[in-house]
């Protein structure tokens, strides 16, 4: 095959839409001290390169993960990184295998299973957690710690030679310790358990774009919101009042919440805070008397003083979750918001999409009906424990009672029930699945208290990544960039995400 021959292949290679593209490897946690430029790899990369100032693409050592370093010529050079991967297995990509038969505590009907590509590392001791309530990562590549993953332990306890407290840990990319806190839970400030110990606080944690942490308290005694900086040394209280009870003292703004959604921040005046709340009801700030916990709320706190007296405002435009049921929530780059809910039969939905202005768009007990052709059957996407949704908004993860992950194609910003898979990342299976969340790069991170782990999954097939800095930001880009024009040192790199061919994926 001739160089230009070559070149054209590596052109259509990044042409695909970026559907078809989801990096695995990538690079996190870009630092810049002087000439010195180090960042960390997530995992092994089959081509791994950088460029200064629009210069030649130089090679650097993929072969493992961890911290990666090259030189500037000097400390205003402008630099791209990119990292590059073909892999067959991953979640996106059906084995071909035996369908997985539905299960009590996970999907209600046989699935097609997806393929399972555990990156992280089940022997490295800080990936294991005895009482893991919520995941989250740093998706936002100008965010001080961009791909740190924060995981909150709700009970103090020991696990597989550690010995946890109650609190929030983080690890880098590499599943390395991002702060060096070791074995110790933070909680500065003691905001979590400040009133009583509860196996509930803290719950979900949010990394918000400014790299900041919020943390949903789900107890009665402790229920709030509260927010971290992002090496967790200092902390607040984001809501006026402490705990959840059924009944909220007059003038509360908030009861015990079980999932946060952050836009903007306090530092720029325009901080907007969504909540799922168990205990809040429209008759506490005199709308109507009726039962609509487990509502969706907007908080508008922009500049003002923590912790915030502002009452909220109700998202959801109908009642489109049980009043006592373990939530879920996130939001889409579109405005749509995705609700989940824990149930395992019955005529509840276990995920339901609205759109910006709280309107329901979609629930998954009519689609699954619809497409059972049965008026009766029980939701496809039951036990749903926890939910997320990637970053370019074209898979829905669902975190399900048995510890195993559901992947739904999302098209338009709605699930492709009939499309989903199943992967077995607790093999095998046990309850108490807690959490899910995406990275920027693709990559699934899930907490299990059942499997007591903390683990990564890759999406598998051909992943591409680039990261670049112009003296001032990042940018971080999937499939939407040019592949750097191959130098003689790098060809044959580039050639094995080339001619090694693509897995179809939606």
């Known amino acids: 095959m ?55 693409w130089q090679p650097l050592d993929g072969s493992s993960k961890g911290t990666k370093s090259f030189s500037l010529g000097a400390a205003t ?151 971290l900086n992002s090496n967790m040394t200092s902390g607040a209280v984001v809501l006026q009042g402490i705990g959840g009870p059924g009944t909220l003292p007059a003038g509360q703004n908030h009861g015990s919440t079980t999932s946060v959604h952050v836009e903007g921040s306090s530092a720029t005046g325009d901080l907007i805070l969504y909540t799922v709340d ?3 009801r429209s008759s506490q700030f005199g709308g109507p008397v009726g039962d609509d916990r487990n509502s969706l709320w907007r908080y508008n706190i922009n500049a003002g003083a923590l912790p915030s007296n502002v009452t909220p405002t109700k998202v959801n435009t109908t009642n489109v979750l049980l009043p006592a049921a373990t939530s879920d929530m996130q939001r889409g780059t579109d405005g749509k918001f995705y609700l989940a809910q824990n149930r395992s039969a019955g005529n509840e939905a276990g995920v339901v999409v609205l759109d910006a202005n709280g309107v329901k768009l979609y629930d998954s007990l009519t689609d699954s009906r619809a497409l059972l052709g049965n008026p009766a059957a029980v939701d496809i996407l039951r036990n749903v424990q926890g939910m997320a949704v990637s970053t370019d908004q074209t898979w829905l993860a669902v975190m399900l009672n048995n510890s195993d992950v559901a992947v739904v194609p999302l098209v338009n910003g709605l699930p492709d029930l009939a499309n989903r898979l199943i ?76 001619l090694a061919g693509l897995a179809r994926r939606r």
Do not use: W
């Open 2 to 56: 001739t160089r230009s021959h070559l070149l054209a292949v590596l052109t259509a290679l990044v042409s695909i839409t970026s559907c078809q593209l989801y990096a695995a490897p990538y690079s996190t946690n870009v630092l810049v001290s002087g000439t010195s430029v180090s960042f960390i790899l997530n995992e092994p990369a089959d081509t791994l390169l950088y460029r200064v100032n629009s210069g030649v």
């Open 77 to 227: 050079d402008t630099f791209s990184i990119v990292a590059g991967k073909n892999d067959p297995l991953g979640y996106t990509i059906p084995t071909g295998g035996a369908p997985v038969v539905a299960s009590a505590n996970g999907l209600s009907q046989t699935t097609n299973p997806g393929g399972v590509n555990i990156i992280s590392d089940d022997a490295n001791l800080l990936t294991r957690f005895n009482s893991p309530r919520g995941v989250s990562v740093s998706t936002n590549p100008n965010a001080p710690k961009f791909g740190t993953t924060y995981v909150s332990n709700s009970a103090a306890g020991a696990t597989a030679g550690r010995n946890l407290g109650d609190g929030l840990y983080a690890v880098h990319a590499d599943q390395s310790d991002a702060f060096g806190y070791g074995d110790t839970a933070q909680d500065p400030g003691n905001l979590f358990d400040g009133v009583a110990a509860s196996a509930s606080s803290p719950f979900r944690v949010t990394v918000a774009p400014n790299g900041e942490v919020y943390v949903a308290d789900f107890s009665d005694a402790n229920g709030n919101v509260y927010r």
């Open 278 to 280: 168990e205990d809040l």
């Open 423 to 498: 992967v077995d990342s607790a093999n095998p299976d046990v309850n108490s699945g807690r959490d899910i969340a995406f990275d920027a790069a693709g990559n699934i991170h899930l907490v299990s208290s059942g499997t007591a782990r903390y683990r990564v999954l890759s999406p598998g097939g051909v992943t591409y990544a680039r990261t670049d800095f112009d003296g001032t930001n990042y940018s971080f880009a999937i499939g939407s960039t040019a592949i750097p024009e191959p130098s003689a040192m790098v060809l044959a790199g580039l050639a094995l995400l080339g």
